[in-house]
């Protein structure tokens, strides 16, 4: 199974605005995807805005991409990016 | 139907109420088809989706849009939609189902800090709407039919009047709540016109024709068209006829000033053509922050404020009243019994040098360069001893004017005394009210004591306006109660000689200064003062 680390660059962490547009994306990318926190257990759905939510991922701090289906790759590839970019 | 009214415009209307808050579901065992109570469910997520989305897509405003549309993602959540299903296959009603799910995830973001405080309060409202949904209950929160119309409640919260729309939103009437409730202060910041603490509200229903009457404190159900005819038409004056400063029929200036909380407050005070700032609150820049801002950002913040304003403007700004019931992080909190009675304003100011000393360089830096004539104020204020050490500080760094607030009644009493030791006193008639009636702003159940109109109240301002007049000195208000069109007319005749207020409210004060002599001015305030109780108060100074 496909697996990304990213370190999370925006400066709210994985809160509010950011969330929103991490959970659209992996929604979009039509297959499964998970996210864990390096360090925790648990992965949450990425496609869940509560899940992501809950898991109070901060700036800085490192998480763990799952993806299972077709394109997983370029899909965690998207997501990754997506994370790794600080903030516009 | 009586009340408390808020500003001085009539308008008619369709009544919409208020979309009650649900109850929490009782946790009984479902006794719906399986099948059919999940779709339920998922219909009453799918439901609350789409009208969040809806919202967010109609809505002007970029921060309020993103809320939204995160607020439909908690809706569409298939992991909370997985739980929910469960939970009605091992019994639980829809509501309930929905009602424990989205608890079990409040829990979580609750625990995990301030970050998500914010989203915390969206989830509630999400399972509001859900539990709603899946009950077929109307949807609590403020209605939007799409039509022009005079919103009804009980009362409203601060989070349901953050989206009020002016436009569609065209008066407000609440059962409960007085004169300084939530909604008075929005409807008199927004110019809405309302009718507060009006009980028989209760008795409305959606689709009545209403006519908001705030200058008579009244609401009449089906008006006939002549009645709204002649409402409307008088207090509908043509703003052009009374631009300019404010002041009395016979020409006696009283300063009409707006009430500011930082830059994004000056664009509106400009427009409603305000006179300067009677009250600049510099809390905003201090709330939420771990420590105090840095000396250069204050300047930078209160440069905005300054500059909106010309030369002959007066801007006055307030020295940081914060501490015991709004308190800050850095100013070391220390449980107390009675906070608004504590170390609050300058006791606590005085309690952190530092903080005063760099907010007093941070001001006299910005007004330097800037044309407005800038006046420092200290909140909550005592005695004359605090009075002459707050000058003598502001002096240390150049600041020439100087004054405190008016709230603690002993500085009522003791107006003389003080005004020898500052160059302006302001009233902050919503704190003075509190402390002289010993009612809580915010209780609810005491609206009688919480009506700026009341005697006991009046006659403390009374005292300040006749210091004020023996020493020469200016006598401002700057609480909710300067933004009443008819009790500014009394406040002049105590001797006030400057009302500050929300933008909004400043152009019905103008009008209503503007239509009475000085001395009709004293007349009415000598008749409100000698009233018995605030209604008797109000009685009289309706009455040219």
Redesign the interface.
């Known amino acids: 199974m496909p697996v990304r680390h990213v370190a999370v660059a925006g400066a709210e962490g994985l809160h509010a605005r950011p969330a929103a547009l991490f959970v659209k994306a992996a929604t979009d990318a039509g297959i499964a995807v998970t996210i864990g926190k390096v360090g925790s257990d648990g992965h949450a759905d990425a496609r869940s805005i509560l899940a992501v939510l809950a898991l109070d991922v901060r700036h800085g701090d490192e998480v763990v991409l799952r993806a299972d289906g077709d394109d997983a790759d370029a899909a965690l590839d998207r997501l990754a990016a997506l994370l790794g970019e600080p903030d516009a | 139907m009586s009340g408390v009214g808020i500003g001085d415009r009539a308008v008619a209307g369709p009544v919409v109420r208020m979309g009650a808050a649900v109850p929490e579901p009782d946790d009984v065992p479902r006794t719906v088809d399986v099948d059919v109570e999940s779709t339920r469910a998922v219909d009453a997520l799918a439901e609350v989706a789409a009208e969040l989305r809806r919202r967010a897509q109609h809505s002007r405003d970029a921060d309020a849009r993103?809320v939204l549309?995160?607020q439909a993602?908690?809706a569409e959540?298939?992991?909370?939609r997985d739980e929910i299903t469960s939970a009605v296959r091992a019994g639980k009603t829809a509501a309930r189902g929905i009602f424990e799910a989205y608890g079990r995830?409040r829990e979580?973001?609750a625990a995990?800090?301030p970050?998500?405080a914010?989203?915390v309060a969206d989830?509630d409202d999400v399972r509001q709407r859900a539990v709603a949904a899946s009950l077929g209950v109307t949807v609590p929160g403020v209605p939007s039919p799409g039509y022009p119309f005079v919103l009804v409640a009980t009362d409203l919260a601060p989070a349901d009047t953050a989206t009020l729309d002016p436009a569609l939103v065209r008066a407000l009437i609440t059962e409960q709540g007085g004169p300084t409730s939530h909604t008075a202060v929005l409807a008199r910041a927004r110019d809405i016109p309302a009718v507060v603490g009006c009980a028989d509200a209760a008795l409305l229903v959606d689709g009545d024709a209403v006519l908001v009457d705030p200058a008579h404190s009244l609401v009449v159900r089906d008006p006939d068209a002549s009645l709204v005819a002649a409402a409307t038409e008088v207090s509908g004056s043509d703003d052009a006829a009374f631009a300019g400063p404010g002041r009395t029929a016979d020409g006696v200036a009283v300063a009409l000033l707006a009430n500011v909380g930082g830059p994004d407050d000056v664009g509106a005070a400009v427009r409603a053509g305000a006179e300067g700032v009677g009250l600049y609150r510099t809390e905003l820049l201090f709330l939420d922050a771990d420590a105090a801002p840095e000396r250069g950002a204050q300047v930078q913040a209160y440069q905005q404020v300054f500059r909106g304003f010309s030369e002959g403007q007066r801007v006055v700004i307030r020295v940081l009243d914060a501490g015991a019931d709004k308190p800050l992080a850095f100013l070391d909190p220390q449980p107390e019994p009675n906070p608004a009675l504590g170390v609050r304003g300058l006791r606590a100011l005085r309690a952190h040098p530092r903080i005063l000393e760099t907010q007093l360089a941070a001001i006299a830096e910005a007004a330097k360069h800037s044309a407005a004539d800038v006046w420092v104020m200290a909140p909550m204020v005592a005695e004359p001893a605090e009075a002459s050490w707050f000058r003598e500080r502001c002096q240390a760094h150049g600041l020439s004017v100087s004054g405190v607030m008016v709230e603690v009644p002993s500085a009522a009493m003791l107006a003389p005394e003080i005004l020898a030791e500052a160059d302006f006193v302001s009233i902050g008639t919503n704190d003075l009210a509190q402390y002289a009636l010993a009612a809580d702003r915010q209780a609810s159940g005491l609206p009688t004591l919480q009506d700026p109109w009341h005697p006991g109240l009046l006659r403390l301002i009374a005292l300040v306006g006749a210091a004020g007049a023996s020493a020469g000195k200016p006598v401002g208000v700057c609480g909710e109660a300067a933004a009443d069109p008819m009790l500014a007319r009394v406040l002049v005749g105590l001797g006030v000689t400057s009302l500050s207020m929300a933008p909004g409210a400043i152009a019905g004060v103008r009008r209503s200064l503007a239509a009475v002599t000085f001395e009709e001015c004293r007349a009415l305030a000598g008749k409100a003062r000698a009233a018995g109780s605030a209604a008797q108060a109000r009685s009289a100074g309706a009455a040219v």
Do not use: F, N
């Open positions: 993103d549309e995160a993602m908690m959540d298939p992991t909370l995830y979580m973001l995990a800090g970050y998500l914010a989203r989830l």
